[in-house]
């Protein structure tokens, strides 16, 4: 089976062709803010006058009589971006005369890394721009069992940096200043049993540049949001009594994040998987991966039933495809 899959949430407009083995190709043209961070409209605008370029790149590579099915993020994300994607999916799925998968975007990053990693049943850090999560398999469905009740962990780094004069991505900006101090400035650590709370955080972080310098505010966010996200997930892994953790999201390429997860699975005899860079932001090969292994147990979405879900929830999906 060959699956085409188009990503676009948010910033990243990808398509990628997978088989059951492979990523057959892929292409991008990824939005990049002139100044400040995501416009939804200028986003879509991009979206808009490039999807089309992105898809036939793809398609140069293959006979379009071989694709077996057309994927695409139907949500969670940016609305105007979601319906340039889910309409050019829609347009391809009536041309070449293939089923349509709407794909939820966060489990499509969950199982390209199961793919990736051939993890049967792990806990899974899902980090992201708008979405913080901590999720388990569990009787058809992925299970939330811990998650941020404002902003995600993302958009609060990014939040910060732009407060801070830090251009766009402000991610490994923040990373880079943090790894040159050592010097911590106390910060609000927000655990609320098993969910987490970034808001105040980033408030705190912006008002404390006025009184230290940039890289030990940059060390102390870091310090601080990473040791909240390592408690629940600690937590989760004592919970389920899972031996296995999954990282996953554009945020999880924080090498600090890495290094505080590891020490955690190791002083826990957990094992701590580090995705591969290219599947941690958001792709094209997420989506078709997750598509092909929807519509070979049979799961389909019908025109009428494909239009954008912004908060799509990953708990919301029943996983046909996994057993048990």
């Not at 319906?83 to 089923?99: C, D, K, Y």
């Not at 290094?259 to 957990?270: H, K, N, V, Y």
């Amino acid at each position: 089976m060959i699956v085409l899959g188009i990503e676009g949430t948010a910033w990243n407009l990808s398509a990628s062709l997978v088989n059951e083995d492979t990523v057959l190709c892929e292409a991008s043209a990824p939005y990049i803010p002139i100044a400040g961070g995501i416009h939804p409209r200028e986003a879509a605008q991009h979206f808009a006058g490039s999807v089309a370029s992105v898809i036939r790149q793809v398609l140069r590579s293959i006979d379009p009589d071989l694709i077996d099915g057309v994927a695409f993020s139907q949500g969670p994300g940016l609305g105007p971006c979601l319906r340039i994607v889910g309409t050019a999916a829609r347009v391809l799925s009536l041309r070449l005369n293939v089923p349509l998968v709407g794909v939820n975007h966060c489990i499509a990053h969950i199982e390209v890394e199961r793919w990736n990693t051939d993890l049967k049943d792990p806990v899974t850090l899902y980090v992201s721009g708008a979405n913080s999560q901590v999720l388990s398999y569990r009787h058809k469905r992925y299970r939330i069992l811990g998650e941020t009740l404002d902003i995600g962990i993302g958009n609060c780094i990014d939040k910060f940096a732009r407060s801070a004069g830090l251009s766009h991505p402000g991610g490994p900006k923040v990373e880079h200043l943090a790894g040159t101090s050592q010097n911590y400035v106390p910060m609000p650590y927000v655990v609320k049993g098993m969910d987490f709370s970034f808001s105040g955080l980033a408030t705190a972080a912006q008002q404390t540049l006025s009184s230290a310098p940039v890289e030990d505010v940059c060390f102390s966010l870091q310090e601080t949001a990473f040791s909240m996200l390592v408690e629940v997930t600690e937590r989760a892994l004592s919970q389920t009594k899972k031996t296995d953790l999954l990282l996953a999201g554009g945020v999880g390429a924080n090498k600090r994040l890495q290094e505080m997860l590891a020490i955690m699975c190791e002083e826990r005899g957990a094992e701590f998987f580090r995705p591969k860079s290219e599947y941690l932001q958001d792709n094209g090969a997420m989506i078709a991966y997750t598509g092909l292994l929807m519509l070979s147990h049979g799961v389909k979405t019908t025109i009428e039933s494909s239009a954008a879900n912004p908060n799509f929830r990953p708990d919301e999906v029943e996983v046909q495809w996994i057993s048990g």
